[in-house]
């Protein structure tokens, strides 16, 4: 499975941004798909997940501000994110999981400036 990301850039506090991730394979056969970050000197975290079956589980940190969706014609995973905070700037990484195994997007950057 290759999984692309996309949306990423500079913003401002306060501002949105709207991440994307293109997988190659249908996303209806994926037990669950994800967002993960990784800010400079800190292990990388889970941001928001939804599953096969649409249920989602976000991190405290970003619970009301961030949105996952999935659009399995498109075979595409968006992370909203709104309200973006300084402490928010990471690279953010696609993730799929299936039974067969779990896959990571190259990466694309989000820097928050205050």
């Known amino acids: 499975v290759q999984l692309v990301e996309s949306g990423g850039g500079l913003v401002q506090a306060g501002g949105s941004l709207r991440l994307s991730c293109a997988a190659s394979t249908s996303i209806s056969r994926l037990n669950s798909m994800g967002w993960y970050r990784q800010a400079p000197g800190k292990q990388r975290e889970l941001v928001a997940l939804?599953?096969?079956?649409?249920?989602?589980r976000y991190a405290d940190s970003v619970k009301g501000r961030f949105t996952i969706s999935r659009d399995n014609a498109k075979n595409t995973v968006y992370l909203q994110m709104n309200s973006l905070q300084p402490e928010d700037t990471a690279v953010y990484y696609c993730?799929?999981?299936?039974?067969?195994?779990?896959?990571w997007g190259q990466g694309t950057q989000v820097t928050v400036s205050s």
């Open positions: 993730n799929a999981y299936s039974g067969s195994g779990t896959w």
């Open positions: 939804i599953s096969g079956g649409g249920i989602t």
